[in-house]
């Protein structure tokens, strides 16, 4: 039996792309309290099935694939630019393939418009309409309206008319950053891209025998199941330890460990393997927030993963992009404007940015696979001033099963401008 939570979601799923939504409507609809459905449709926010728009409302919007992430909604564009919406709000859904800056003659700025795209101008009353009637929206900056026959026409065509108080340079600045930052996310490597599906997960009942835990032990080499109800709900995990520990007991509810350590498919492979880590766990469980299982990840899947997104080119630069080069066997920088602090000296952060990367390559180098930090202490001794060259030495100085100690030297001019002591844990296979 699904819950209320759950009906809901799968209702607005439901919805035509573009349909306006609230949350008396939705209560309504499937009699359910306005605080339930308005938790609802929050949820449904985070899973990006709809988009709440200030002075709009609440629309159901088209979920994005993650490799065309670079799109945005004209719904989206809305929210960047702090826009209003003067006409065509039923296509607010749709997706803009590019945006076109109006800052040249009619007749040129004609080639550069077609279906789709989204055309930047000011009070230019006719490049409205001829971008309408080419299949493009409007932007409209400086705060300006536009005619009421564009606003009709838009109506007419579901194409959006928007009006924005920033100039046109800002605008376009701002939606450029927009398309950047949705790039560097497209890089992030989430549970849901790589767990198992409940269709191939293999769980167990709680009212399940042990002795069905060793056949499917047997069928799939597996130490560990989930342990769900009925509606899918997932209540425990069942491990050979629990079993081994409890010989006598016959029964699943009973020798499984109840509430374990559970993760979204939000959250990012980095943080659900960190867990795994500090929890010395191999497998976990991937729940929604209503806690039905939606399938698992194990130990392996997170160091493939984190092996695989090491290899692949990056389309969008992070500050780690930037502060870490790529040469293999030693770290060698200057220091640029974006590693620097207030003063113009080396920051702390881009410091432990570059040593956690040092350290992590110097274990690998004695095959000691992925590693992640446990503590680090720098001592400063000179300012790393702008424009600086530094040299990151690192040396391990023990070694066990389980963690790394590493002692680190950076050198500039031939001199030494601040040592480190680290600890790194190890992600054992």
Do not use: C
């Amino acid at each position: 039996m699904s819950t209320k939570h759950e009906q809901i979601l799968r209702y607005i799923e439901s919805l035509a792309v573009g349909e306006k939504i609230s949350v008396r409507q939705v209560a309504k609809a499937l009699e359910v309290s306005d605080g339930t459905a308005y938790r609802a449709i929050k949820e449904a926010e985070n899973q990006k099935l709809v988009n709440t728009i200030e002075r709009v409302g609440t629309i159901r919007i088209e979920k994005k694939k993650k490799e065309n992430i670079e799109r945005l909604t004209f719904a989206e564009v809305i929210n960047i630019v702090d826009g209003v919406v003067l006409g065509g709000r039923d296509g607010l859904h749709k997706t803009l393939t590019k945006f076109v800056v109006g800052a040249m003659q009619l007749e040129d700025m004609i080639r550069y418009i077609d279906a789709g795209s989204l055309l930047i101008v000011g009070n230019r009353l006719k490049a409205h309409e001829i971008a309408i009637k080419a299949g493009a929206a409007v932007l409209v900056t400086g705060g300006f309206d536009a005619t009421d026959e564009v606003k009709k026409l838009a109506d007419d065509m579901n194409l959006p008319v928007i009006s924005t108080s920033y100039d046109t340079f800002t605008v376009a600045t701002m939606l450029n950053r927009a398309i950047y930052d949705q790039l560097i996310e497209k890089e992030i490597l989430l549970v849901e891209d790589i767990l198992t599906p409940i269709a191939r997960t293999v769980t167990l009942s709680p009212e399940d025998s042990v002795d069905q835990f060793f056949e499917v032990n047997h069928q799939t080499s597996h130490s560990a199941y989930p342990v769900v109800e009925s509606n899918g709900k997932l209540v425990g995990i069942i491990t050979s330890r629990d079993v081994v520990s409890k010989p006598d007991i016959n029964i699943v509810r009973k020798v499984m460990t109840p509430d374990p350590i559970t993760v979204n498919g939000k959250m990012s492979v980095a943080s659900a393997g960190h867990s795994m880590i500090w929890e010395g766990i191999d497998l976990m469980p991937v729940v929604t927030e209503a806690g039905i299982l939606e399938g698992i990840i194990s130990r392996q899947d997170v160091l493939k993963a984190l092996q695989m997104t090491q290899r692949q080119p990056q389309q969008g630069e992070t500050i780690d992009d930037i502060v870490i080069p790529n040469a293999p066997e030693k770290i060698e920088f200057s220091v640029v404007p974006q590693m620097t602090n207030q003063f113009g000296s080396l920051s702390y952060g881009a410091m432990l940015t570059i040593l956690t990367e040092a350290g992590s390559r110097a274990i690998k180098i004695q095959k000691r696979g992925e590693s992640v930090p446990e503590n680090i202490t720098i001592y400063f001794i000179k300012h790393v001033q702008l424009g600086a060259s530094v040299t990151v030495e690192p040396k391990i100085i023990h070694l066990s099963r389980r963690f790394i100690k590493l002692e680190f030297e950076l050198l500039s001019n031939d001199g030494i401008v601040a040592k480190a002591m680290g600890t790194f844990q190890l992600f054992e296979k």
